[in-house]
């Protein structure tokens, strides 16, 4: 008992005195207008005592490489396997087209978070920084795309997976090799996946290298500390602050809530949050939180491969919001900032910027219906003059008193920005003009609701018919066949544009079913081998444009000693494709490897329905990938049909879907390789049931030494 209550008053010496305290990266607003003064002097304590308490030094902030970040306002998480960054025929990046659709649709971004790990990261022991280096072009082509998104005024950052440990080791700290890699990229920035606060030693690493980063974590931060060298945090917000009722009591349920500050804004003005929440279809609590705060949004539409496009309503919103947030972004980083400044509208919230000779206020209407009319009654001063930004027009104020009240509408769940300038502001009468072409359209015309890219499955052409089996192949009689399967992604749950879309389905699901009537077809009874694959590149001459890491084991034109039998890797999809068509055959379609593999009864595996590790090859786990097996070295293995090698030993390369955005290949049969040490590596899909989704972008990329493919042919 004694104890417990020492520890209660250690507690409470620790905390500080504050009635409105930070909740994780929000502290909520006040819970009614006339709470504002002593909420407002609340706040104001608890950041001077907060900041004493840390010690806290803001000369990072003040460093001129690393302003950008103050201004940084829009930035999506972009996947470099998205159909608009790269063309794999074209062999170029694409980075003007990838621009100017986000231009068009939501009026462009400030930086982007170009991603090229994960998910695809741990399908075979590259790490981070090779899957970096193994971009098409190598890191001078990386240098080069770069420079394209420099020269359109866009900052780039790339991601570090501080769990990725699993894959081959650095040799270095992980810090030191970062920096390293970083500065050849040309990159600006760095943002520390699944981390809460990066480490000082980055940015000290990336010093000494000559090159300072930005560093933006995912999470917020562990400590307000971290805030000192950590210039921009992603913001996932619970938006949990709920309005008062009369005499201060809970308002009822349905009352919109009241925003929340951003507790990392309120100690350093300074400091860019991109307010994320990837998977939300309705995006209007996000962004006013981010114009009532004056800070940025992820505007991430590519998710691992999954298509969230930000819908019409909320792109437009998006280009009016960035628009005045770029032209002010100077009074946004006001120490004077006053959140949640008296406005005169039921559940219209404001926040007020100081600056010199002007003054911005940016307003949200959480109702939802439009507020129209008086909004503001601000002191009075002579020669100063005022004018709706988001409407584009000056206005008149009436003047009662010492005060001028200033009117304006507001559209439902809409926004406002009000500017009061007693200067001359440059440039202020084209962006009102613009301002004014842009609000003739209400976003309340526009629809809220999201689209879903349809894909489609890249057609295999028929081969030749045989009446009997080719060498090495056995016949599958074909017939009925319950068709199951679903992806083994790790995110994106179950909502719709997960996964795949089938041919015979109308939007891409991750669950799917299908009893389907087979045509008799013959498959290869083990995976293509090296010394098959060599005898091709020795008849056919073959050799791809793009050859970064094209059979990446082998040495002077051929294998190592005593491969011959094991299953030929790092082919992308294209060599496979290419060696089927030499060899009078196709890729199978993915149905047509699980029923060889399955059967007509249904089993999970192609022994039957339980796993047995005797069956398949030993699971390789260390940072260095081993060879496979040899294909016929686990004939206990087989199917019903007799095909031997289709799980545990190499991936299996099938169909191909594309959708405006994403090319996926379809891999079967999962493999020896298995990383260890994190949850969010390539997952295996060793039953039948299951099937893995690759995003593809370029040969270079897409080639692994885990994937390898078996062919089909048509069957008489």
């Not at 193994?134 to 080069?144: E, K, N, T």
């Not at 992820?298 to 960035?322: F, K, M, V």
């Not at 057609?459 to 009446?467: F, Q």
């Not at 496979?576 to 999970?604: C, I, M, N, S």
Request: charged share 20%.
């Amino acid at each position: 008992m004694r104890a417990s209550i020492l520890l209660l008053l250690s507690a409470t010496l620790l905390a500080q005195d504050t009635r409105y305290s930070p909740q994780n990266e929000e502290i909520p607003g006040p819970p009614n207008p006339a709470a504002f003064a002593a909420w407002l002097a609340d706040i104001q304590h608890w950041r001077k005592e907060r900041l004493i308490r840390i010690g806290y030094d803001g000369s990072q902030y003040s460093r001129p490489e690393f302003k950008w970040a103050q201004s940084s306002f829009i930035q999506p998480q972009m996947m470099i396997e998205d159909r608009y960054f790269y063309d794999p025929v074209a062999g170029k990046y694409t980075v003007d087209r990838y621009l100017d659709d986000l231009e068009k649709r939501y009026g462009g971004i400030d930086s982007v978070l170009v991603w090229h790990t994960y998910p695809n990261i741990g399908l075979d022991d590259r790490n981070q920084n090779d899957l970096l280096r193994d971009m098409p072009g190598g890191l001078a082509g990386v240098r080069q795309m770069v420079a394209d998104f420099h020269r359109r005024g866009v900052r780039v950052l790339f991601p570090i997976m501080l769990w990725d440990q699993g894959t081959h080791e650095y040799g270095m700290p992980n810090w030191e090799a970062t920096a390293k890699v970083f500065a050849e990229a040309g990159a600006d920035g760095l943002n520390g996946d699944t981390m809460r606060g990066v480490p000082r030693t980055f940015r000290d690493a990336s010093d000494r290298v000559g090159h300072p980063l930005v560093l933006e974590p995912e999470n917020g931060l562990d400590s307000d500390e971290l805030l000192m060298w950590n210039n921009m945090t992603w913001g996932y917000w619970r938006y949990s602050s709920a309005p008062a009722g009369p005499g201060g009591a809970p308002a009822p349920a349905n009352f919109p809530p009241v925003p929340t500050v951003s507790r990392y804004k309120w100690l350093e003005t300074r400091h860019m949050v991109n307010i994320c929440r990837r998977w939300a279809r309705d995006k209007t609590d996000d962004l006013q939180h981010a114009f009532f705060n004056g800070v940025g949004y992820e505007s991430w539409e590519n998710i691992w491969g999954i298509w969230n496009q930000i819908p019409d309503r909320h792109a437009e919103a998006l280009r009016r919001i960035s628009k005045i947030e770029r032209k002010f972004a100077e009074a946004l980083i006001s120490p004077e900032w006053e959140p949640h400044t008296p406005v005169l509208q039921p559940y219209v919230y404001a926040s007020r910027f100081p600056s010199r000779g002007l003054t911005l206020w940016t307003f949200v209407n959480r109702n939802e219906y439009s507020a129209g009319g008086q909004q503001i009654q601000i002191a009075f001063q002579a020669g100063t003059r005022y004018y709706d930004l988001w409407n584009g027009v000056e206005l008149k104020p009436e003047i009662r008193g010492g005060d001028a009240i200033l009117s304006f509408p507001i559209e439902a769940q809409g926004y406002g920005a009000l500017l009061a300038s007693s200067a001359e502001t440059p440039g202020l009468s084209g962006f009102l003009s613009e301002m004014a072409a842009l609000a003739k359209i209400p976003l309340q015309s526009l629809s809220p609701e999201r689209r879903v890219l349809t894909q489609q499955v890249v057609p295999i052409a028929a081969t030749a018919k045989s009446s009997a089996a080719p060498a090495g192949m056995v016949r599958i009689a074909g017939g009925s066949f319950d068709f199951q399967v679903s992806g083994v992604m790790l995110e994106g749950s179950n909502e719709i544009g997960v996964d795949l879309q089938y041919p015979w389905e109308d939007s891409p699901r991750r669950h799917h079913a299908r009893t389907m009537v087979l045509p008799a077809y013959y498959i290869d009874r083990y995976p293509v081998t090296n010394a098959q694959f060599k005898k091709f590149l020795d008849a056919a001459q073959y050799r791809p444009r793009d050859d970064h890491n094209f059979l990446k084991d082998w040495k002077n034109g051929s294998y190592p000693a005593g491969w011959e039998n094991k299953p030929v890797t790092w082919v992308a999809l294209e060599e496979a494709r290419a060696y089927a068509v030499w060899a009078g055959k196709r890729l199978p379609h993915e149905w047509e490897w699980q029923f060889a593999a399955q059967g007509t009864d249904g089993r999970l595996y192609p022994w039957g329905q339980q796993w047995d590790a005797a069956v398949v090859p030993k699971p390789d786990t260390g940072n260095a990938m081993a060879a496979p097996a040899d294909v016929s070295a686990h004939p206990k293995g087989a199917s019903p049909f007799g095909v031997e090698d289709l799980v545990g030993n190499v991936w299996q390369w099938t169909d191909e879907y594309v959708d405006d955005h994403t090319r996926t290949g379809i891999l079967r049969g999962g493999s020896h390789y298995q990383p260890q040490g994190s949850h969010w590596y390539f997952p295996q899909a060793y039953k039948l049931n299951e099937h893995g989704k690759y995003l593809l972008m370029a040969p270079s990329k897409d080639r692994s030494g885990a994937v390898g493919f078996r062919c089909a042919t048509d069957a008489e």
